[in-house]
């Protein structure tokens, strides 16, 4: 029986060119984010990728002590691993992961990033380092005290570096256009491979730092989410129902107290709310029509008025007398005592 020879293992190249593949499959496609085909293409992009930075490692291929003229032009193009890493890490889809997904692609563009500041391969300003106190603990997010915004002066700076950026950017590409075809065919020479990696190291320097750029401003609105989302699952005891409070009286003074007790012959029964729903259901309130009872003068004068708004005959006659007799009799007619 023949032996069943095993696979040979891939190649370094073969599994960085394989990621690569990927990437720009990913990026080119015009399915779902999410669809099965485009999240499969990017596990196994990834899986290629890991594959070939763990070999990177283990054959030590970049020191620190090294200048970029030091690295040979087929090694050269391996510093774009943690990039490319970190492009399709954030391809990933799922909402529970997005802050472990923004995190450790954040992680590979700062590494990328950081090799490339060490070997000088474009002049830029490296972003700050990961807001975690220790290595895998984050700062605890405080929701009442917000960043302060940049100033205009910042604001400004910033923008003019986006600007230049993009146009840096937009340049390093027009001038890729035109190699990558002799490097994809493999009829260009050294210093073409060279000069195109090179370019490609520069490129992915803008587009990494408009990556983290655009993860700072998101990470904080997924941590906020989760804190949220861990607040509401913990489960909020209801509080418990307090007695009534028992109304009390104050009194005048402290011997007062001690002798007569609340003050008065006896605690009252009821409060003022209960008196008056009490008295409201017996209808005996001023405002249910129960009014005092009026006078016997208040009487008369209301029954004298009611008989001349009826034109009663006696009551008119009365009235006409009582006229004519002030008529004759001026006010003070008979009084001579206080005459002088």
């Known amino acids: ?68 003229e030091e690295i040979s032009s087929t090694d050269i193009k391996y510093l774009l691993l943690p990039a490319l890493l970190g492009a399709l890490t954030l391809k990933q889809t799922g909402l529970s992961k997005r802050q472990q997904h923004l995190e450790a692609a954040r992680s590979y563009y700062l590494d990328f990033l950081t090799r490339c500041h060490e070997y000088k391969v474009s002049k830029f300003e490296l972003p700050h380092q990961s807001t975690g106190t220790n290595q895998g603990e984050q700062e605890p997010i405080n929701m009442m005290r917000p960043t302060p915004a940049p100033g205009l002066t910042a604001m400004a700076v910033q923008r003019q570096a986006k600007i230049e950026r993009y146009k840096q950017k937009k340049e390093l590409e027009s001038r890729l256009s035109g190699l990558q075809t002799a490097v994809r065919s493999g009829s260009a020479d050294d210093e073409q491979i060279r000069e195109f990696y090179l370019l490609q190291l520069q490129r992915w320097v803008c587009t990494a730092l408009e990556e983290i750029e655009s993860i ?39 011997l007062q107290a001690k002798v007569f007790g609340a003050g008065y012959p006896s605690l009252p029964t009821m409060t003022v709310d209960e008196w008056y729903d009490q008295h409201q259901k017996k209808g005996v309130l001023p405002d249910q029509g129960v009014y ?49």
Do not use: C
Request: glycine share 6%; hydrophobic share 30%; net charge negative.
């Open 1 to 68: 029986m023949a032996e069943v020879s095993e696979p040979e293992p891939a190649k370094l190249s073969e599994l960085l060119e394989k990621g690569w593949r990927f990437l720009d499959e990913v990026e080119e496609s015009s399915e779902p984010a999410g669809a099965y085909e485009v999240q499969d293409k990017v596990k196994r992009g990834i899986g290629s990728l890991e594959q070939a930075t763990r070999m990177v490692t283990q054959l030590d291929l970049f020191s620190h002590n090294e200048d970029l």
């Open 292 to 340: 005092n009872k009026p006078t016997d003068e208040e009487q008369e004068a209301a029954l004298k008025e009611r008989k001349v708004e009826q034109d009663d005959p006696e009551t008119l006659q009365k009235a006409r007398n009582w006229d004519d007799w002030k008529d004759n009799h001026p006010r003070g007619f008979g009084n001579r005592k206080n005459m002088g």
């Open 216 to 254: 700072d401003q998101e990470l904080p609105m997924v941590k906020a989410r989760e804190a949220i989302k861990k607040g509401a699952e913990i489960p909020h005891h209801s509080r418990p129902t307090r007695p009534p409070m028992k109304p009390f009286i104050l009194t005048r003074d402290a």
